[in-house]
């Protein structure tokens, strides 16, 4: 869901964190972002309350 099509999304939010890290830091910085990936999540009754749809 927060990966967007393509991964555009994952991408924007990295970037937008990274630009202001880098503000706070006052230096360029290199942010590694990791995505887990929980096979079957719509049909996990946990799944759907972890990631607030309940």
Known sequence: IVIGAG???????GSWARSDIEKMLGKHIYLHLKVRV???????EAALKQYGYK
């Not at 991964?7 to 939010?13: H, L, P, S, T, V």
């Not at 929980?38 to 996990?44: G, T, V």
């Open 7 to 13: 991964g555009k999304r994952i991408k924007k939010i």
């Open 38 to 44: 929980d096979p079957d999540w719509r049909n996990k």
